[in-house]
T-cell receptor
Framework: DQQVKQNSPSLSVQEGRISILNCDYT??????FLWYKKYPAEGPTFLIS?????DKNEDGRFTVFLNKSAKHLSLHIVPSQPGDSAVYFC?????????FGTGTSLTVIP | DAGVIQSPRHEVTEMGQEVTLRCKPI?????LFWYRQTMMRGLELLIY????????DSGMPEDRFSAKMPNASFSTLKIQPSEPRDSAVYFC??????????????FGEGSWLTVV
């Protein structure tokens, strides 16, 4: 059973606008959350993370929000750029295990 | 620093053949993970090692799959015999036990397996 879910397989956004990618998890024991970005024919690369003791973490154009009560995680990209077009995976960890969602394919339209 | 190195990048094999995927983790990393990416299940953990010892192999789908880590710089994932449903991208990843990066895992570029 998927402990981390990304219910939107794809998302299209106009260049310059905000992209919001969502993620839900089921295990309340998760204490660290990450977003990875994956281009075709490449491995996932780390993008941004957040500890469960925080509700927001920002890095340049990327901000991750954590709502522990709702068990919900989101990634905001502002402004979106064509180079952001990729598959985004959210992940959650508890101890040594990392659980990933199925990914959301983001297309930023120029 | 070199990242996680995987080989082969692409493998096409016939059903029933043995497949061996190889991984060199980032030097100094204590944990090594094998993941499989499929459309339906995304990135699913197959097995992970700590200091060369397998800790959790509950994600290994069948006895046809086996993984070893004979030393800190090398791991293999073997499928014998291979089946068409094993076709997927297999990723190796590693992370350190301590330090700023301990909560992040780093992936290789993947091995694309096609079983015909």
């Amino acid at each position: 059973d998927q402990q981390v879910k990304q219910n939107s397989p794809s998302l299209s956004v106009q260049e310059g606008r905000i992209s919001i990618l969502n993620c839900d998890y089921t295990n309340s024991m998760f204490d660290y959350f990450l977003w990875y970005k994956k281009y075709p024919a490449e491995g996932p690369t780390f993008l941004i993370s957040i500890s469960s003791i925080k509700d927001k973490n920002e890095d340049g154009r990327f901000t991750v929000f954590l709502n522990k009560s709702a068990k919900h995680l989101s990634l905001h990209i502002v402004p979106s750029q064509p180079g952001d077009s990729a598959v985004y995976f959210c992940a959650a960890s508890s101890g040594n295990q990392f659980y990933f969602g199925t990914g959301t394919s983001l297309t930023v339209i120029p | 620093d070199a990242g996680v190195i995987q080989s082969p990048r692409h493998e096409v094999t016939e059903m029933g053949q043995e497949v061996t995927l190889r991984c060199k983790p980032i030097s100094g990393h204590d944990y090594l993970f094998w993941y499989r990416q499929t459309m339906m299940r995304g990135l699913e953990l197959l097995i992970y090692f700590n200091n060369n010892v397998p800790i959790d192999d509950s994600g290994m789908p069948e006895d046809r799959f086996s993984a070893k880590m004979p030393n800190a710089s090398f791991s293999t994932l073997k499928i014998q015999p291979s089946e068409p449903r094993d076709s997927a991208v297999y990723f190796c990843a590693s992370r350190p036990k301590t330090g700023k990066s301990r909560n992040t895992i780093y992936f290789g570029e993947g091995s694309w397996l096609t079983v015909v």
